[in-house]
């Protein structure tokens, strides 16, 4: 049970590149989210999903895409890299289940540097 | 205004202190409440829930104000381990329960 998995761990990019980062969770949630994370700010939730086939925009979704097309893995593309998007992202999953006081588990995080 | 607000500090706590920090929320329709422990450049953990009639967990207390809108966490006897990052965090301060807001964090630093 590997919980919630990211790759890469670590990018360089230059400006007007793109990426995608994986997500992985192999806890059946039906709940997934993609954070960055900069100095001072805290976690800010780009875009999430709530299920196999739906996403939904968070508080800083422009710059971003995202597909969940299997439960079990949520991709967050950068379609053009700017300076801006410099940062360190995560993702989370969560679970629907009450019992579980809708507990988020956090993969290691990606550290994005575009240059 | 920020939704979720914590003081960033450092708080520094000798070892086998007490300390104890708020978070303070704007949405009064918030309905969850957590704490996550996020270590350097590591991935958040949960450390607690938090409810209403507020919980223990060993050497950890965390309370609810829902009138004066915040939390609270309380570490008593602090060890070195317990040198984080602790993240407020705060669910259905928006329109779904599903979407969680962070606080910037408080710094902890327990020295010997």
């Known amino acids: 049970n590997a919980g919630v998995t990211q790759t890469p761990k670590f990018r360089v990019l230059k400006t007007g590149q793109s990426m995608t980062l994986l997500c992985a969770q192999d806890?059946?949630?039906?709940?997934m989210y993609w954070y960055r994370q900069d100095p001072g700010m805290g976690l800010r939730l780009i875009h999430y999903s709530v299920g196999e086939g739906t996403t939904a925009k968070g508080e800083v979704p422009d710059g971003y895409n995202v597909s969940r097309l299997k439960k079990q893995n949520f991709l967050l593309g950068l379609e053009s890299a700017a300076p801006s998007q410099t940062s360190v992202y995560f993702c989370a999953s969560s679970s629907t289940d009450r019992t579980s006081s809708y507990e988020q588990y956090f993969g290691p995080g990606t550290r994005l540097t575009v240059t | 205004r920020k939704e979720v607000e914590q003081d960033p500090g450092p708080f520094n706590v000798p070892e086998g202190a007490t300390v104890a920090f708020n978070c303070t929320y704007s949405n009064s329709a918030s309905q969850s409440f957590f704490w996550y422990r996020q270590d350097c450049r590591k991935e958040p953990k949960l450390l607690m829930s938090?409810?209403?009639s507020g919980n223990e967990d060993g050497r950890f207390t965390a309370q609810l104000n829902r009138a004066s809108q915040y939390i609270s966490l309380l570490i008593r006897d602090s060890k070195l381990s317990d040198s984080a990052t602790y993240l407020c965090v705060v669910n259905g301060a928006t329109d779904s329960w599903g979407k969680f807001q962070f606080g910037a964090g408080t710094q902890v630093v327990v020295t010997p």
């Open positions: 806890m059946n949630h039906e709940y």
């Open positions: 938090v409810y209403s």
